[in-house]
């Protein structure tokens, strides 16, 4: 790739035979090759207990996955799809009767062909519903990989029509659910060379990933980061749907959202043009630490931070004045100058571990104090 940029930092879910008060970590990059197409990659890493950072050496290729498997959709889940859609007229109605309760792609496609016969000289609406359907179930998918494959092999290429023309800033996390069960979570963005998709990507172990979309009146834009677990029995993410502020949003169902709250407006110079979020929220004892990017003079892009309250993250307690980190002299040159960017961060002892991307062509590592950095959130 010409570039590796924008990582998200996760802990490896295997943490095996690693020296006492060491931990493995996992860095997802956004690739850039031949015309500007973007995926998914890898990189593995220690750190140990004096907080030094060792990459694993990566292997010299890329694999795509094994195969794109036959997906099972779940029909109560997927017609909810349809009609956010507005796609579930009476022909889609009458396909998703003639479905089991679970169906594969093939079912669907079989379907599809029986029942548009009779429609096919009259009027392509129904034959327009069909290409809708069958749209929705592409981007709704599944891939492996084998275990011989390394990490940093394994490369998530565009699959469905909504990412041929690239998959963007995975933002990950590693989720806990009401049973303790963990599963790693990516919202990313989907784009299709006209209009962008924000999908989710599910994994337990970075071999088996589930792709899915997200649906809703208030899944728009870019920058969706999802909270490591739910928060009073739901769902909950950061977002940012006009291009310019920072809200939070609820949901009873991870894949739909219908509402936000506007919780932080640009308020200093160095995002007064935009403000975002650069990953998910980080549960701290004090509250969420949340890595934020503001745009300000001449597109500069910068990270700061704030804190949210640990039981109503809709109540800001602090956020800071300076960013922590802006482009110096060896950061600004690159795809897109003046910029540094992340995807999200991880505590280590008592530093915050930021990887971030330096102008779009390459990444690196920045450590933060945190109880500086969270004594100056909460007295802010």
Same mark, same amino acid.
């Given at each position: 790739?010409?570039?590796?940029?924008?990582?998200?930092?996760?802990?490896?879910?295997?943490?095996?035979?690693?020296?006492? =008060?060491?931990?493995?970590?996992?860095?997802?990059?956004?690739?850039?090759?031949?015309?500007?197409?973007?995926? !998914?990659? &890898?990189?593995?890493?220690?750190?140990?207990?004096?907080?030094?950072?060792?990459?694993?050496?990566?292997?010299?290729?890329?694999?795509?996955?094994?195969? +794109?498997?036959?997906?099972?959709?779940?029909? %109560?889940?997927?017609?909810?799809?349809?009609?956010?859609?507005?796609?579930?007229?009476?022909?889609?109605?009458?396909?998703?009767?003639?479905?089991?309760?679970?169906?594969?792609?093939?079912?669907?496609?079989?379907?599809?062909?029986?029942?548009?016969?009779?429609?096919?000289?009259?009027?392509?609406?129904?034959?327009? !519903?069909?290409? =809708?359907?069958?749209?929705?179930?592409?981007?709704?998918?599944?891939?492996?990989?084998?275990?011989?494959?390394?990490?940093?092999?394994? %490369?998530?290429?565009?699959?469905?029509?909504?990412?041929?023309? @690239?998959?963007?800033?995975?933002? &990950?996390?590693?989720?806990?659910?009401?049973?303790?069960?963990?599963? +790693? +979570?990516?919202?990313?963005?989907?784009?299709?060379?006209?209009?962008?998709?924000?999908?989710?990507?599910?994994?337990?172990?970075?071999?088996?990933?589930?792709?899915?979309?997200?649906?809703?009146?208030?899944?728009?834009?870019?920058?969706?980061?999802?909270? #490591?677990?739910?928060?009073?029995?739901?769902?909950?993410?950061?977002?940012?749907?006009?291009?310019?502020? %920072?809200?939070?949003?609820?949901?009873?169902?991870?894949?739909?959202? +219908?509402?936000?709250?506007?919780?932080?407006? #640009?308020?200093?110079?160095?995002?007064?043009?935009?403000? @975002?979020?650069? @990953?998910?929220?980080?549960?701290?004892?004090?509250?969420?630490?949340?890595?934020?990017?503001?745009? =300000?003079?001449?597109?500069?892009?910068?990270?700061?931070?704030?804190?949210?309250?640990?039981?109503? #993250?809709?109540?800001?307690?602090?956020?800071?004045?300076?960013?922590?980190?802006?482009?110096?002299?060896?950061?600004?040159?690159?795809?897109?100058?003046?910029?540094?960017?992340?995807?999200? @961060?991880?505590?280590?002892?008592?530093?915050?571990? %930021?990887?971030?991307?330096?102008?779009?062509?390459?990444?690196?590592?920045?450590?933060?104090?945190?109880?500086?950095?969270?004594?100056?959130?909460?007295?802010?």
């Amino acid at each position: 790739s010409a570039a590796l940029f924008n990582p998200s930092m996760i802990w490896h879910p295997d943490q095996s035979d690693l020296p006492e =008060g060491s931990r493995r970590f996992i860095v997802s990059l956004r690739a850039t090759g031949e015309g500007h197409l973007s995926s !998914i990659t &890898f990189r593995s890493g220690v750190i140990n207990k004096e907080n030094d950072i060792t990459i694993n050496a990566p292997t010299f290729y890329v694999t795509t996955s094994e195969n +794109y498997t036959n997906p099972v959709y779940e029909k %109560i889940l997927f017609e909810r799809k349809l009609l956010e859609l507005d796609l579930l007229n009476d022909f889609a109605k009458q396909v998703m009767s003639s479905l089991e309760d679970n169906f594969t792609l093939t079912d669907l496609e079989n379907s599809i062909k029986i029942l548009i016969r009779p429609f096919k000289n009259k009027g392509g609406e129904n034959e327009l !519903i069909a290409n =809708g359907i069958l749209s929705l179930a592409l981007s709704n998918y599944e891939i492996q990989y084998s275990p011989d494959q390394g990490l940093s092999e394994r %490369i998530i290429f565009p699959h469905s029509p909504s990412e041929m023309n @690239g998959i963007e800033d995975a933002r &990950f996390v590693e989720f806990t659910d009401e049973n303790g069960e963990r599963i +790693y +979570y990516a919202t990313y963005t989907a784009f299709d060379g006209k209009v962008i998709f924000p999908q989710l990507l599910e994994t337990k172990d970075f071999l088996n990933f589930k792709i899915s979309t997200l649906n809703g009146p208030e899944i728009k834009n870019k920058g969706m980061a999802l909270f #490591p677990r739910k928060i009073n029995g739901l769902y909950a993410m950061i977002s940012r749907q006009d291009n310019e502020n %920072i809200f939070l949003m609820y949901s009873e169902h991870l894949h739909f959202w +219908y509402t936000k709250q506007l919780i932080l407006k #640009p308020t200093y110079p160095w995002e007064f043009v935009q403000l @975002g979020n650069c @990953g998910s929220p980080i549960e701290t004892e004090a509250g969420w630490l949340v890595l934020s990017h503001g745009v =300000g003079a001449m597109r500069e892009y910068s990270i700061g931070a704030f804190l949210l309250d640990k039981d109503d #993250p809709s109540k800001v307690i602090g956020r800071l004045e300076e960013p922590l980190l802006t482009p110096n002299e060896n950061e600004r040159e690159g795809y897109v100058p003046n910029v540094v960017y992340s995807c999200g @961060g991880a505590i280590y002892g008592d530093e915050l571990i %930021i990887p971030y991307a330096m102008s779009d062509h390459a990444s690196s590592f920045a450590k933060v104090n945190l109880n500086e950095l969270l004594k100056k959130l909460t007295e802010s």
